[in-house]
């Protein structure tokens, strides 16, 4: 009998999918590969989930507002945008897709600097386009003038991941121009950082800026993230996206949540307080460790190649993510943790090193 895998799109069939880190089922392991927030989200955002419960069965009987009526007011109140400009996704990754269906044809371009995030790839090859990229320079900025123009989309995380690294409004203004296509900035780590490109928005250059609440807001299990765009684009986009692609009770939370800017003021400073010490403390172990504006650092030790320090950590229930690029030396990417997770890595790794 013909199996009902060989009907498959060959490019489907070939490809090797996206891997997400690992989420072990086990308790105790210590978890700093996927860059969750290590604090519970905001309590509002959890009483809203308590509310909408208490709501009753009613609530879910119904469909979802498609658009997320209250989530694009709070959201536009806070970033200094109106509603139109805000286009809900379930996750950032949803509005990664929605942006690949709407810009990009079959057979066309997509483009991303490397190295970065790899699910632009995964995309691409959904689409049935080609995917290119522009390597960093070493220092991680991009390089002047952008060699790749005309690209159907071109893809920058701004923080970078896997490197937490920053170019800045100046940067992206240059390079908005000498694109000669949209160029999307995924600031999925922006609530970390000092910097973000929502003016860039605001003076009508072609640029989407991307969202998420799983990073900054502690909300990774939820699935809500959101786009920020000209308006009558955002119009286009809607026609794209699934008619009800956040839930009912993600859009009550995600709501709830970005209006809770105090909470995430405070979350942020506890972050960014242990993003240093954890920096400091990794070079003072003879790490390589690059500035980061996320919630997480990249590094490496220049006598242990990474693989093993990887392996090590993981036998002591501590798990960080393992990175490798072509042409470039491997490297770990540290989620920031708490103040005790932290103690626990850099124990483990003390005692690795000496
Ligand atoms: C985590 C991450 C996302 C995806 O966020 P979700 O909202 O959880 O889908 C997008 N881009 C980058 C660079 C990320 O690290």
Redesign the pocket.
């Known amino acids: 009998m013909t199996s009902i895998c060989s009907y498959l799109r060959p490019d489907i069939a070939s490809m090797a999918g996206y891997a997400p880190g690992e989420q072990p089922r086990v308790a105790d392991i210590l978890k700093l590969n996927t860059?969750e927030n290590p604090y519970p989200p905001p309590a509002s955002a959890m009483a809203a989930i308590a509310a909408f419960a208490e709501g009753g069965a009613e609530r879910l009987r119904k469909y979802p507002d498609p658009v997320g009526t209250d989530f694009r007011a709070a959201a536009a109140r806070v970033l200094g945008v109106l509603p139109g400009n805000i286009l809900i996704g379930n996750?950032?990754?949803d509005i990664l897709t929605i942006l690949t269906r709407s810009f990009v044809p079959q057979g066309g371009v997509m483009a991303s600097p490397t190295p970065s995030?790899l699910l632009y790839e995964t995309l691409a090859r959904l689409q049935g386009a080609r995917f290119e990229t522009v390597p960093f320079t070493s220092d991680w900025g991009l390089p002047a003038p952008w060699p790749l123009k005309g690209a159907n989309l071109t893809f920058l995380?701004n923080p970078n991941?896997p490197s937490g690294t920053v170019v800045s409004n100046d940067v992206l203004r240059r390079l908005a121009g000498e694109l000669g296509g949209p160029l999307v900035v995924?600031e999925?780590?922006a609530d970390f950082a000092d910097t973000n490109a929502l003016e860039l928005v605001r003076e009508g250059l072609p640029v989407v800026v991307t969202r998420?609440l799983?990073?900054g807001y502690g909300l990774?299990g939820l699935r809500f993230?959101f786009a920020v765009a000209d308006a009558a684009l955002v119009d286009q986009l809607v026609k794209v996206k699934d008619s009800y692609n956040c839930d009912a009770l993600s859009l009550a939370a995600a709501t709830a949540a970005i209006a809770d800017q105090a909470w995430l003021a405070d979350n942020r400073a506890k972050v960014v307080a242990t993003r240093r010490r954890l920096a400091e403390a990794l070079a003072r172990l003879g790490f390589l460790v690059t500035p980061s504006s996320a919630n997480f650092v990249w590094c490496r030790y220049p006598s242990k190649p990474a693989e093993e320090l990887y392996a090590r950590l993981k036998e002591r229930a501590i798990l960080v993510r393992l990175m490798r690029y072509p042409n470039r030396e491997p490297g770990l990417r540290v989620t920031v943790g708490t103040e005790e997770g932290t103690d626990r890595l850099l124990a483990e790794l003390s005692r690795l090193l000496t």
């Open positions: 860059n996750g950032s990754d995030y995380p991941s995924d999925a780590y998420t799983s990073k990774a993230g």
